[in-house]
């Protein structure tokens, strides 16, 4: 997940509220209960310590999602009056809405809520074209459309030597279009900057199509199993989104694995563990943060001041360094601000299958390094 939209929060002192709420109940009685919880999450924060300008203004964002028909959820992150930023979420956040008043914004639910949220270009294919749709977790917007030829198009029973050169004549259209629909789809998925490509269509119209992609995009495409008409459509897109991330963490999971064997002279291109992963954000060598929020380490306190690379174990180191203040802080959401100052993506690793035996990264936090 690039963390650069994250800049704002780290641009301004703490402290701060993070507000994570599920929108994803849609029935008679959701403006009321929505009015319920913008209630009673400002409620929470001023039971922490928030200060009264804070949790208004949490309050009055929350009362204008009363009406919203985000699928999902929103996060926002506020301070001193003013709700600096509210990503929407690609998942309804686990454990339903929450707010936490702390020292630094907390951002880690993100990785998993909003994290890897692929763009797929799905395409409904027939003997006279397509029609291009873009999907995102947060809904689908029209794409586009290519028409090829559109005669003939259709094969006759009949054996006579004229009827032969006409269901020629039909195959060579249906060639054609699939050449102009897999030029098209090229096109909109480099314009889209699309993840993915689905083929929707029957078997030899999205199999004439696949061929004929370029190899770059042939490689990013699925045939989804049911035609546009199935009700079980948006599940394959769905599932089809997820085995991509699930993937490309398994991808970097691996590489993880790989990498924090050490070398011959005792050198390892990852880290793992609070204090290993600190000590490389304070020298700013983290080129990839991997976390696991589940695991145990992901809490643990760690000591922070006010610039980003000013994140310790022990209160007494970040005195060492000479900064005189400094704060409590969760070891992850410390590390993904370390992260955003130093343009370093992040992943939850939750979607992976590590290998079996494998617990990785140990304790939740790991770090893919720029030098050793």
């Not at 994250?6 to 009015?35: C, F, I, K, M, N």
């Not at 994290?115 to 749709?133: L, N």
């Not at 409590?328 to 410390?334: E, G, I, K, N, V």
Request: negative net charge; proline residues 6%; glycine residues 8%.
């Amino acid at each position: 997940m690039d963390l650069a939209f994250l800049q704002p929060l780290y641009e301004q002192p703490g402290p701060w509220a993070s507000v994570y709420v599920d929108t994803s109940r849609h029935t008679e009685s959701t403006a009321h209960e929505r009015h319920l919880t913008a209630r009673a999450l400002s409620r929470e924060l001023a039971g922490q310590g928030a200060d009264e300008a804070t949790c208004l203004a949490v309050r009055s964002a929350l009362e204008e999602l009363r009406h919203s028909s985000e699928p999902h959820g929103r996060a926002l992150f506020a301070r001193a009056g003013e709700v600096v930023l509210d990503p929407p979420l690609a998942e309804r956040p686990a454990g339903g809405s929450r707010a936490r008043w702390a020292p630094l914004p907390r951002t880690t639910p993100l990785l998993e809520t909003a994290g890897e949220d692929p763009v797929c270009v799905v395409a409904y294919i027939d003997r006279k074209g397509a029609d291009f749709e873009l999907r995102r977790a947060l809904g689908r917007e029209d794409a586009g459309s290519v028409t090829g030829r559109q005669w003939p198009l259709h094969r006759t029973a009949s054996a006579d030597w004229s009827e032969r050169h006409f269901q020629l004549a039909v195959e060579n259209t249906w060639e054609h279009n699939a050449a102009q629909v897999a030029e098209a789809l090229a096109a909109c998925r480099e314009e889209t900057g699309a993840d993915l490509v689905i083929l929707v269509g029957d078997d030899r119209e999205r199999r004439s199509v696949h061929e004929r992609l370029p190899q770059g995009v042939r490689e990013r495409t699925v045939e989804a199993p049911h035609g546009a008409g199935s009700r079980l459509l948006d599940g394959d897109v769905e599932r089809i989104r997820a085995e991509h991330v699930r993937h490309r963490v398994e991808e970097d999971l691996e590489r993880f694995l790989a990498a924090r064997s050490p070398d011959a002279e005792g050198r390892a291109p990852a880290v793992e563990g609070v204090p290993a992963v600190v000590e490389a954000a304070r020298e700013h060598r983290i080129d990839e943060l991997l976390v696991r929020p589940d695991g145990p380490d992901a809490h643990r306190e760690v000591w922070v001041g006010e610039e980003a690379d000013q994140v310790a174990v022990r209160r007494t180191e970040l005195k060492t360094l000479g900064e005189q203040r400094s704060w409590a802080a969760r070891a992850d959401d410390a590390l993904v601000r370390a992260a955003v100052a130093t343009g370093a993506p992040a992943i939850s690793v939750t979607p992976a299958r590590p290998p079996a035996g494998a617990d990785a990264p140990v304790g939740g936090l790991g770090a893919l390094l720029r030098w050793t």
